[in-house]
């Protein structure tokens, strides 16, 4: 049985009370492992040994840093299939899945930022005859990185390659749910030469536990959530006792709005993924599906056939699209969103069940529901499970209302070929990440992050080198 444990200055570890708790498949419902459990104990050793890493670390050359980077990109390479296997044991995600996506992308996460960084400038200003301003750019210090379990390593990597790649050294509070990945991460940042001390891992809870003991730390200069809305107002609160620096990418209840002149087969094809890949438990999964009036019915046709062809099933067989969630508990969750929707007066054209053919495991059938409105709790809350809402609409300006109306502003997808109205209509829309005739594309020299109550700050390229480092203006009198 697997024991996973904490990395701290270097070394594995276990708590210093020996605390652990249970890792479960959620696939099989089987306790797979035991993970340590950390504790401020944890969080003040692993705070310590980062602090003094930094004292090298923040001074080596960034190109001495894209060496280690590109190493650590090369060994995720190297150990793709376990790693696969470690993320699927612990989400319930189609093996395929954490094969094509999560893995690579952990590796091009490090490869990017380390190519990235050796192109960084600064700003400079003459005042002319006067004076001449130019800026430097330096590591923070120590970083509180926290991650959620729906793509552990991906959004994980997403935090540390930057963190790293900028100078500074970090502290990770991975998900509890998906324990595995970091501490595979762990070893291999050692293996590629990555100096003890530059990254620990605590595994815990977050509230009252490892994960506030970070937030609150106060030898912890910043601090990356990705984690619910809920989680970020905390943590926002938790750190403004020593003013931390704070970049938050939260929930989100994504439009995915479908003009009647979009190139249907690749609107449904595409709809099928932003609604139900990874379970749905993506933060960009589009989840209030809007269609114009003139294609809805056809649409909603389409759509519930091809979401009844989707396989449910065991993550290992290949053949399999959509896997389990995360937990028996968010199961229940995402049951009882149905089950409220449902006594609402919305109606389920397929899904709102458990598969009948999978007697144990945390599985959910992918589920359409329709008959619902913008006041209903199922089309205002996240659910992040497989579930989704069509509504029709009729104008432009009505749907984009619609679309607005949600206190989250993270992603939107529209669908038309009418070039002048998709930009109309990306202007319009409240949220961080838009996409036209596509979802999920991502270059990641872009800025990243949610508008509203979807988040704070915004990552990717330079957007990630603003929050990891810091600018100092120098001003000579000529
Ligand atoms: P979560 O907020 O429950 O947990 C995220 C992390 O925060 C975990 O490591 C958890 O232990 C920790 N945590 C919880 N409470 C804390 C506290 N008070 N102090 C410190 N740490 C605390 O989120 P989750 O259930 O793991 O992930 C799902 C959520 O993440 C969804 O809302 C989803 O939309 C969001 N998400 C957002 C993005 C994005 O880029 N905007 C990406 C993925 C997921």
């Not at 809870?205 to 984690?227: M, Y």
């Not at 389409?302 to 989707?310: G, M």
Request: glycine letters at 8%; proline letters at 4%; charged letters at 25%.
């Amino acid at each position: 049985m697997e024991r996973v444990l904490h990395f701290i200055d270097g070394e594995f570890c276990e708590s210093a009370d020996y605390r652990t708790f249970d890792n479960i498949n959620p696939a099989t419902g089987e306790k797979i492992g035991v993970v340590a459990e950390g504790t401020k104990v944890e969080i003040d050793r692993a705070v310590a040994a980062a602090r003094r890493a930094f004292k090298t670390w923040g001074k080596t050359s960034a190109a001495e840093r894209s060496v280690i980077l590109h190493r650590i990109a090369d060994l995720i390479e190297q150990n793709l299939d376990e790693l696969a296997l470690l993320e699927t044991t612990d989400t319930g995600k189609p093996l395929s899945l954490s094969k094509s996506l999560d893995i690579p992308r952990s590796a091009y996460n490090f490869r990017f930022f380390a190519d990235f960084v050796k192109g960084m400038s600064t700003e400079a200003f003459e005042m002319e005859g006067v004076a001449l301003n130019y800026a430097l750019r330096r590591p923070v210090g120590v970083a509180g990185l926290i991650s959620p379990w729906n793509l552990p390593l991906f959004l994980l990597t997403w935090k540390v390659a930057p963190c790293l790649a900028a100078g500074d050294t970090c502290v990770i509070k991975p998900a509890e749910l998906t324990p595995m990945t970091a501490t595979k991460l762990a070893e291999i940042c050692k293996q590629a030469g990555l100096p003890d001390g530059v990254l620990n891992v605590v595994h815990g809870f977050g509230p009252d536990a490892a994960g506030s003991a970070l937030t609150e730390h106060p030898d912890v200069d910043l601090i990356s959530l990705t984690g619910e809305t809920t989680t970020g107002k905390a943590v926002m609160k938790a750190a403004s006792s020593t003013l931390k620096g704070l970049s938050l990418e939260l929930g989100g209840k994504n439009p995915n709005i479908i003009f009647a002149d979009c190139d249907l087969e690749d609107a449904l094809e595409t709809t099928i993924r932003s609604s139900f890949v990874n379970q749905g438990e993506v933060c960009l999964c589009g989840s209030r599906i809007y269609v114009e009036r003139p294609l809805y019915d056809t649409f909603v046709e389409r759509l519930v056939e091809k979401t009844k062809a989707l396989v449910v099933g065991d993550p290992l067989d290949p053949k399999t699209n959509v896997g389990a969630l995360v937990a028996e508990e968010h199961r229940n969750r995402v049951e009882g969103f149905v089950q409220r929707a449902i006594q609402e007066g919305g109606r389920v054209l397929t899904g709102g069940k458990r598969p009948e053919h999978l007697s144990k495991g945390a599985f959910y059938e992918p589920t359409i529901i329709v008959d619902v409105d913008s006041s209903c709790e199922i089309t205002r809350q996240e659910v992040f499970g497989p579930v989704v809402t069509i509504q029709p609409f009729d104008t432009e300006e009505e749907v984009i209302e619609a679309a607005n109306d949600t206190s989250y502003g993270l992603g939107a997808t529209i669908w038309t070929s009418n070039l002048k109205r998709a930009h109309r209509v990306a202007g319009e829309i409240e949220a961080g990440i838009i996409w036209v005739n596509t979802w999920f594309l991502r270059d990641l020299r872009t800025p990243f992050g949610g508008m509203k109550q979807s988040g704070i700050g915004r990552e990717g390229g330079v957007h990630s080198f603003e929050f990891f480092s810091e600018l100092k203006n120098v001003c000579i009198k000529l």
